[in-house]
């Protein structure tokens, strides 16, 4: 039995890792939510904001620097607020693993993830994700449990990473839609995925528990 292929932008992971890059994805699919949620101009105004503008004239065609990534994701929080920020970076997950599923992820490789039992599929496309976990986690550190349930850590977080919580709040939507769409595509359709703990609120790293 194969694993699933997961391909992305750049070559070499030990490199990617320590340059701090992440797949573009992250910039392209923000944009695209938040283009159908608050419109061009506000999309405009939160990339510009961000530093970004340049993205959004010309989509990213390579990994980008995980810092445009942490920027865009701040400055989305406090242009639209936390609860609007956070819908809007879900969207952009369930993008991304839209993406992933068209491009990236073989057919062949999702008939197989389709026929087996949740448990044994789960096993195989964390195995695949972390293999691959260079192009989403950029700098920071994926660990994972492929049990049931699942359990997902990504320590060094670039998605909230210098954001500050309150205790008990969690701000790494794009995580959670990104595995939920995936889990629920390819797995099965009652996964559910949660963020139990977060580092802007003060844990050790961002976790995410997939049940179902
Ligand atoms: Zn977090």
Same mark, same amino acid.
């Given at each position: ?31 695209a ?67 992933l ?13 389709? !026929?087996? @039992?949740?448990?044994?599929? %789960? ?6 994700? *972390? =293999?691959? #976990?260079? &192009? $989403? ?49 390819? !797995?099965? @359709?009652?996964?559910?995925? %949660?963020?139990t703990?977060?580092?802007?609120? *003060? =844990?050790? #790293?961002? &976790? $995410?528990?997939?049940?179902?």
């Amino acid at each position: 039995m194969g694993t699933v292929a997961l391909q992305e932008h750049a070559p070499d992971p030990a490199l990617a890792a320590a340059a701090g890059v992440i797949g573009p994805n992250a910039l392209i699919q923000v944009a695209a939510a938040l283009k159908d949620s608050h419109g061009p101009a506000e999309a405009a105004a939160v990339f510009a904001r961000a530093g970004l503008s340049r993205f959004l004239d010309q989509p990213p065609e390579t990994m980008v620097d995980e810092r445009f990534v942490t920027a865009l994701h701040a400055t989305l929080r406090a242009r639209l607020g936390v609860a609007e920020a956070r819908a809007v970076a879900d969207d952009a997950g369930v993008r991304t693993a839209g993406y992933l599923l068209a491009h990236r992820i073989p057919s062949a490789a999702q008939r197989v993830l389709g !026929v087996l @039992p949740p448990v044994l599929a %789960a096993r195989m496309l964390m195995g695949s994700i *972390g =293999a691959h #976990a260079w &192009t $989403f986690a950029g700098g920071g550190a994926f660990t994972y449990r492929a049990d049931r349930p699942v359990v997902f850590s990504v320590e060094g977080c670039p998605l909230c990473r210098d954001a500050h919580a309150a205790p008990g709040a969690v701000l790494c939507d794009y995580y959670a839609g990104t595995f939920r769409h995936l889990f629920r595509t390819l !797995v099965t @359709p009652r996964a559910r995925v %949660a963020q139990t703990a977060c580092q802007a609120a *003060g =844990a050790a #790293a961002c &976790t $995410f528990t997939i049940t179902w």
